[in-house]
């Protein structure tokens, strides 16, 4: 059981002095983005997964239009390949996922759910209900949806900044 934290508790993580204000402001979204991303990771457990890592590559993989690749998954969740690869390689053994060969590319195989990985998805996605709805007490949908357009936006400076770089 975690213990509640209150701002006056948080150790720093930057140095608001040296940013303009817009720059301050989105290092203490990046900030709070991490704290919530540790509450996230340690509060969503999976009967069925090891891990909410393994939940989200699964769920990429049922939910995706075509079959995906590793890299395609690393790209869009924001991971390195290696880490999805050990991800996806658990999810095999475990029998949720098939690698099956790439008409598009002939080392880079495309990621399969099998019928067990898609029970377990759906599984995952019901036992994820009490937590969003917990998460979301107290909060309007029309903030919530302001709250998501500005992340992405954020989201897709940063990727224009790294392909500036």
């Known amino acids: ?21 817009e ?13 919530l991303h540790g509450r996230v990771m340690n509060n969503q457990k999976s009967t069925q997964l090891g891990s909410s890592t393994q939940a989200f590559v699964l769920a990429a993989v049922v939910l995706a239009q075509e079959p995906p ?5 690393a790209r869009s969740l924001g991971f390195t390949r290696q880490a999805i690869q050990k991800v996806a390689d658990v999810l095999e053994s475990e029998g949720y996922v098939l690698y099956a060969d790439n008409p598009h590319h002939k080392r880079s195989r495309q990621l399969l759910a099998t019928e067990q990985g898609r029970q377990v ?17 107290g909060l309007e949908s029309s903030d919530l949806q302001l709250t998501l357009q500005v992340l992405r936006r954020v989201r897709k400076n940063l990727e224009a900044y790294a392909e500036k770089n």
């Open 1 to 21: 059981m975690s213990v509640p934290i209150d701002a006056a508790t948080l150790l720093p993580t930057f140095d608001r002095s040296v940013h303009s204000e």
């Open 23 to 35: 720059g301050a402001c989105i290092a203490e979204l990046v900030d709070e983005l991490l704290r």
């Open 69 to 73: 690749t590793v890299a395609r998954i």
């Open 121 to 137: 998805y759906d599984q995952v996605n019901r036992e994820s209900v009490e937590w969003t709805n917990q998460a979301a007490q």
